[in-house]
């Protein structure tokens, strides 16, 4: 075959790329977060799944049009608006009303993600920062009335809430329960299984999205403290949103450190963090502000743990 | 015992694994090139100043001798790799991109051979000198695709203290099988050149390293060098840049390259296999460096192969003796898909450094649109030299070339793995390849003020 009167493009190298793309990275997180969404749904019903539903809707939605209005490429395509759908309803109660997870979508989305400049510019986790957000306007439908034991309607708090006011201890579940998530209902819709959420945290180590360090160090700061303040390591783990945080919110890449010894550094700072708020803070769960404390202090853990280059000996920190 | 093959497998850290599609051609045996009707000697095949053309239109020449001499120190000069009459010295459209003068020589299809190319005697009754000086003339420069001249790479200043010469036959390109072929068919000669160039240098170590996905080179050239003193076969994992020179240092002896620094300074002359094959194939026979092996393949050419041929012959004839374009080619790239050159044409010529020419269809050569970085840290991890790929290309991409300088820019080694692995498809190593040119350049304006 003549190949005269072809065109031969010419641009700089490499000429080749990896298969994985932006997209199919946040798909992997999507499948990874199948497993909870699954126990939501066996547990709270279908109502946990048109919560997530009308989540991933919203955020799609005003990313789209948030988009169009400030004449950027429309960019939803990259499932990273749905990724925020999902985890936001993750953290909401199941009683939570439908117009406080549109709020919560669209402050997410067009506040946290789109006004800072859209994806890889947020400086905080979107979905965290809409909870966060959500926490403190309505903190009544955000807290309270989410343990709801699946054998009677009693309704009551988390465990940490039982916990933190130094309520009935009788009424806290078994480190199963709680492990397994499958007999009551302990917290925000998609925190309730460890067990699940640890399936999807194996499932992006595999896929190789995530490295072990963020979450195994971020659990195991939590585990290694729980003793000092007198309390169960499992019961510390399965309860409230440290899986889910650890495994899926703090390891967001636009928002925790790239380097190594960072990572470290980040994950120590949650456990640390979370632990504190956990025993001493106003509220009974931490991991959603620990989280969003460590992602400002990003850039700057960034700052001081650079590599050291090839060639150089040890650089002094600047 | 000496411990002639090392069981323990070398490595660096970062670095990618890419599909490496060398089936293609590794399997198939090589060829001998048509004799080429038309070669075209271009005065620039080496990295330093061109060569001065010696001949003149109407000449005849015969196969080996010189037709441009060098011009000074960092030069090397060009045989001619046919005999017949020069055509025409004048410009001609050249790999890099440019027109460069070049000397078009008309075959006759003899190859008669320039009577003044001689065996040399055995390398051991020379001088460092004296074999720097036959490899000098001879036009030897690095094979790999460097072309940095091989007399100026062995002329090491007495300060540095060379205890190792490394054998670069990592061939980590994905596709490329020229330097996997040279070692099975002349792995003596490999070791020769070795040994000669341990010489030059009066080192006494050795090392011949190679990728494991090559192991009948291993053992080929293990069987090469058995009973010899000194020298070594090592064994290196199959990785992406495992043969760029500091990893390969790095990967071989532990210690790294001083920044802005030589391999001399660690220590080490790095040869390419196919260099050091030339060496000794010098001094065989005489004949200057006017053939090498050449990896034709890519998705797009009907029969891929690795060829012998001839400095001189054009891409499009050796497409046509692999058989020819089996569907329209999107990409004739120069070298490998990694650190390879994308050419406009299919008429320049095959050069001294010429180690592959991949044609890829449309949807190989496919490059995805970029998108925004998600700080995924991916390009950060496979950086062989550890730099922060995403925040040299950020600020190069902000024209930010103070930040540039200060996140060491000027480090990179072009390997591209930061490019390939990126799951936004940013084209971060082109970025950075803007941002090292405009820091050097900066520099060159700082140093003129502080001068002037």
């Known amino acids: 075959m003549d190949n005269k009167d072809m065109m031969l493009t010419v641009s700089s190298s490499p000429h080749i790329r990896a298969k994985a793309t932006t997209s199919s990275i946040m798909r992997d997180v999507v499948i990874a977060l199948i497993p909870a969404l699954a126990v939501a749904a066996y547990v709270f019903g279908a109502k946990a799944l048109l919560i997530v539903a009308l989540c991933v809707a919203t955020c799609v939605a005003s990313e789209a049009i948030t988009e169009r209005i400030m004449h950027r490429d429309v960019t939803v395509g990259d499932w990273s608006a749905v990724v925020t759908g999902i985890l936001l309803a993750f953290n909401l109660p199941i009683q939570a009303p439908w117009w406080m997870c549109v709020v919560g979508c669209v402050f997410a989305i067009v506040v946290v993600k789109q006004l800072f400049g859209g994806l890889g510019h947020n400086f905080v986790n979107p979905a965290l920062a809409g909870r966060a957000f959500l926490l403190s306007s309505w903190p009544t439908h955000m807290t309270g009335t989410a343990f709801i034991p699946l054998t009677d309607t009693v309704t009551s708090a988390t465990p940490l809430g039982i916990l933190k006011e130094g309520g009935n201890l009788s009424k806290l579940p078994s480190d199963l329960n709680m492990f397994l998530g499958l007999h009551g209902v302990y917290g925000a819709i998609g925190e309730i299984s460890a067990l699940a959420l640890l399936i999807g945290g194996v499932y992006l180590l595999i896929r190789k999205v995530i490295n072990w360090r963020i979450p195994v160090i971020y659990i195991g700061t939590v585990a290694i403290l729980s003793p000092l303040f007198k309390q169960d390591p499992i019961f510390m783990i399965c309860s409230g949103g440290l899986m889910l945080g650890a495994i899926f919110m703090a390891t967001d890449y636009v928002t925790s450190p790239t ?11 949650c456990g640390l963090m979370t632990m504190f708020i956990r025993m001493f803070g106003g509220y009974p769960e931490g991991v959603s502000y620990s989280i969003l404390l460590m992602n400002v202090a990003t850039p700057l853990i960034e700052r001081f743990t650079r590599p050291r280059v090839y060639g150089y000996a040890k650089e002094k920190s600047e | 015992m000496f411990d002639l093959q090392k069981t323990e497998i070398c490595s660096f850290r970062g670095g990618i694994h890419p599909p490496y599609n060398k089936e293609l051609t590794n399997a198939v045996p090589v060829r001998e090139a048509k004799e080429p009707a038309v070669v075209t000697i271009p005065m620039s095949l080496h990295i330093g100043a061109p060569c001065k053309p010696v001949v003149k239109k109407g000449d005849t020449v015969l196969m080996g001798q010189m037709v441009g001499e060098a ?43 320039d009577p003044s190319i001689k065996p040399y005697e055995d390398f051991t009754s020379y001088s460092s000198k004296e074999i720097i000086d036959i490899i000098k003339n001879a036009g030897i420069v690095g094979m790999g695709g460097a072309t940095f001249p091989t007399h100026v790479k062995l002329t090491v200043s007495p300060d540095k203290h060379v205890d ?8 980590c390109e994905p596709y490329l099988t020229a330097d996997d072929h040279l070692m099975q068919d002349s792995p003596e000669r490999v070791v020769k050149g070795l040994q000669i160039a341990m010489r030059a240098l009066n080192v006494q170590k050795g090392v011949i390293a190679i990728e494991t996905n090559k192991p009948e080179a291993i053992q080929a050239v293990s069987k090469a060098a058995e009973g010899l003193q000194g020298i070594e076969v090592q064994k290196l994992a199959t990785k992406y840049p495992q043969g760029a020179e500091k990893q390969l240092i790095t990967a071989v002896t532990g210690r790294e390259v001083p920044a802005g620094g030589l391999p001399a300074d660690a220590g080490v002359v790095v040869m390419n296999v196919g260099t050091a094959n030339q060496v000794a194939l010098t001094f065989e026979t005489g004949m200057p460096l006017i053939s090498r092996y050449v990896t034709c393949t890519g998705d797009a050419v009907k029969s891929p192969c690795t060829m012998k041929v001839k400095v001189g012959t054009p891409y499009q004839e050796v497409i046509d003796q692999c058989g020819g374009f089996s569907q329209p080619a999107a990409k004739v790239i120069s070298g490998g898909p990694m650190m390879g050159v994308a050419m406009q044409r299919t008429d320049v010529p095959v050069m001294k450094g010429t180690s592959g020419i991949l044609c890829l269809s449309k949807e190989a050569a496919y490059i995805p649109q970029p998108s925004a970085c998600i700080r995924c840290g991916r390009c950060a991890s496979v950086c062989p030299i550890h730099l922060q790929p995403f925040l040299i290309s950020a600020f190069a991409q902000k024209k930010r070339w103070d930040r540039c300088e200060e996140f060491h820019a000027l480090d990179c080694i072009e390997c591209g793995s930061c490019s390939y692995i990126c799951p936004a498809k940013r084209t971060i190593v082109s970025s950075i390849r803007v941002g090292k040119r405009q820091v050097q350049a900066e520099r060159k304006k700082r140093a003129v003020k502080n001068n002037g």
């Open chain 1, 259 to 269: 380097t190594a010894k960072g990572q470290v550094i980040y994950a120590v700072g």
């Open chain 2, 71 to 113: 011009t000074g120190f960092v030069s090397s000069p060009v045989h001619a790799s046919v005999s017949g009459t020069v055509k025409a010295v004048e410009e001609r459209p050249h790999p890099n991109g440019n027109n460069v003068l070049s000397v078009v020589i008309e075959s006759d299809g003899k190859d008669t051979v």
């Open chain 2, 164 to 171: 190792t010469v490394i054998l670069n036959g990592a061939e």
